[in-house]
């Protein structure tokens, strides 16, 4: 199965707002709400900020919600700080016990 | 806390067996109610999802890399093991394990980079 389809990079100001789409399918984003998105700092393990779609872990703070629409998920941070700029991942279930990855987005506060 | 760490060779020559084991910490691969598995990162690169494993022994791989990957666990020493054959240069990438309360992944272990080289 292919990847699924992240823009390369996003950007915004302090305190702004940035929407990061997450494109695939029928067979995987579209087929299930199984949408989870991981922050990787450079050097560092991917850390889980969205599963299942909109659910946020404990600690995450709320400035990171979720989203889905038909073969699209998107995660929207909100109120952007220098410490979220990272690169984010999407990963969606893709069925018979598969998962399938976003290339990843390099986001930049600028 | 739950934690993982990965261990295994730094270094594989192309052709050999890539093997890889993960430690849990915090918590009882037996007992709990955790998948656990991994996910690879070439350099520079997007993350790949490998294989996933229940302590029940019941397994899952990712069908690009089913034919040459296996996964096992060792409740006895609440480890849990990847080895990955006929490795290529393709196949250099940080490696990391993770456990699956459901269906996202959380924790990861630190990641270790293996390179596939002679």
């Known amino acids: 199965q292919s990847a699924l389809t992240q823009p390369p990079s996003a950007s915004g100001s302090p305190g702004q707002s940035v929407t990061i789409s997450c494109t695939g399918t029928s067979s995987d984003v579209g087929g299930y709400n199984y949408v989870s998105w991981y922050q990787q700092h450079p050097g560092k393990a991917p850390k889980l900020m969205i599963y299942e779609v909109t659910k946020r872990p404990s600690g995450v703070p709320h400035r990171f919600s979720g989203s889905k629409s038909g073969n699209t998920a998107s995660l929207t941070v909100s109120g952007l700080q220098a410490e979220d700029e990272a690169d984010y991942y999407c990963?969606?279930?893709?069925?018979?016990?598969?998962?399938?990855f976003g290339g990843g987005t390099k986001l930049t506060v600028l | 806390q739950l934690q993982l760490q990965e261990s295994g060779p730094g270094l594989v020559k192309p052709s050999e067996t890539l093997s890889l084991t993960c430690t849990v910490s915090?918590?009882?691969?037996?007992?709990?109610?955790?998948?656990w598995g991994w996910i690879r990162q070439p350099p520079g690169k997007g993350l790949e999802y490998i294989a996933t494993i229940y302590y029940s022994g019941s397994t899952y791989y990712n069908p690009s890399l089913k034919s040459r990957v296996s996964i096992s666990v060792d409740t006895s020493k609440n480890q849990f093991s990847l080895k990955l054959n006929s490795v290529t240069a393709a196949d250099t990438a940080v490696y990391y394990c993770?456990?699956?309360?459901?269906?996202?992944?959380?924790?990861w272990g630190q990641g270790t980079l293996v390179t596939v080289s002679s």
């Open positions: 993770e456990a699956a309360p459901g269906t996202w992944f959380d924790p």
């Open positions: 990963c969606s279930f893709a069925g018979s016990n598969n998962w399938v």
């Open positions: 915090g918590a009882s691969i037996y007992r709990s109610t955790y998948y």
